[in-house]
């Protein structure tokens, strides 16, 4: 456990609902970044914070996808009309900007599209 | 474009033997190079960092070397046990270490 938890740990929905996930880091770091990894494949940046203000998304994040950090505490991750294409793990990762920038993942939600 | 390459893509030991994966990267500016190990359905754990001066690093069974002219690394596991079961991921930095770019991992099967 890397002290970082993410809600819900699985989700199931069908083609054109919207999801939300929630990701609570580590309770100091004041930077958290957002991934998705599909199977067989690593992480690929989506976007990341720093405090509450979105510093840098990627261009996988379509406008479908928008992502919150209201009060620099917890995030979350908002799909609208999702597609069977989005099925993947959604990983949250924290990293205090002067402690080495080590990132500690969460466990992941795994989303899948039907 | 920033890139990480890794090698193999999956591997099967034997308990007990030693193994090696490796890692080439194309990513600029370069700021430090770290190892994740991620069990199936879990996020990434963290094992070693090294930035540009270090050449290696070791973390109890694991060691990772760093040739920053090759752009080169590689994590060597002795004594390989089935906890080891996992994929390895190597991980670069840029941008300050703000951003990373990951490589695809390395899928490890420990067998008795």
């Known amino acids: 456990d890397t002290g970082v938890s993410q809600d819900p740990r699985h989700k199931i929905t069908k083609r054109g609902q919207n999801v939300t996930f929630r990701c609570d880091p580590i309770?100091?770091?004041?930077?958290l970044y957002w991934y998705r990894q599909t199977l067989g494949q690593g992480p690929e940046f989506l976007t990341y914070?720093?405090?509450?203000?979105?510093?840098?998304k990627s261009r996988l994040l379509s406008d479908r996808f928008s992502a919150e950090r209201p009060k620099g505490s917890f995030s979350t991750l908002e799909i609208q009309r999702t597609e069977q294409g989005d099925s993947a793990m959604y990983l949250c990762?924290?990293?205090?900007?002067?402690?080495?920038?080590?990132?500690?993942f969460g466990p992941g939600t795994r989303l899948l599209v039907l | 474009k920033n890139q990480v390459e890794q090698s193999p893509q999956s591997l099967i030991i034997l308990e007990g033997k030693n193994c090696t994966l490796q890692c080439n990267y194309t990513v600029s500016p370069f700021s430090n190079l770290r190892w994740y190990k991620q069990d199936t359905g879990r996020g990434p754990v963290s094992l070693t960092i090294m930035t540009f001066s270090e050449n290696t690093k070791s973390n109890g069974r694991y060691t990772a070397t760093l040739d920053a002219d090759t752009k080169q690394s590689s994590l060597h596991i002795t004594a390989s046990q089935l906890s080891d079961s996992a994929s390895y991921i190597c991980v670069v930095s840029f941008n300050a270490g703000n951003m990373l770019t990951f490589g695809g991992g390395t899928r490890l099967m420990v067998k008795p």
């Open positions: 914070f720093q405090n509450e203000a979105q510093l840098e």
């Open positions: 309770s100091e770091h004041n930077r």
């Open positions: 990762a924290s990293s205090f900007i002067a402690g080495g920038q080590t990132q500690y």
